[in-house]
């Protein structure tokens, strides 16, 4: 990943997350030739979400977003998919932290019930 706004961003992301669920597990997946790296997911009782750098954005995708409530209306993505939500950051977007840590643990209660 090139370190530009772009792994700024995902850092931030990650301890939001961390912030959020302090027992969070995080793991590489789906690493492939174009991608070494793998795309981090997040899970606690069940995936949370995915963090994935694209080139004009990062995605941040809850596996089961369409059952959260999102008062903070921070889905801006994949809104017609079935059971999942996104949301695209580009370069220079505001991401509301308040909004965003509500979401995660919004998510990890859905886990867990």
């Known amino acids: 990943m090139t370190a530009d706004w772009r792994a700024e ?3 931030r ?5 961390v912030k959020a669920e302090p027992g969070v ?3 590489a997946k789906w690493r492939k030739a174009s991608n070494p790296d793998g795309v981090p997911t997040f899970s606690h009782s069940g995936l949370i979400c995915t963090v994935e750098t694209y080139k004009d954005k990062v995605k941040i995708t809850f596996a089961r977003g369409a059952s959260l409530a999102d008062p903070g209306g921070l889905f801006n993505a994949s809104l017609d998919a079935g059971k999942r939500r996104a949301i695209d950051i580009r370069d220079g977007d505001d991401l509301d932290e308040d909004a965003f840590l509500a979401l995660v643990r919004e998510a990890v ?5």
């Open 109 to 113: 209660a859905l886990n867990e019930s």
């Open 9 to 11: 961003t995902v850092d």
């Open 13 to 17: 992301v990650r301890a939001l997350i």
């Open 25 to 27: 597990a995080e793991e």
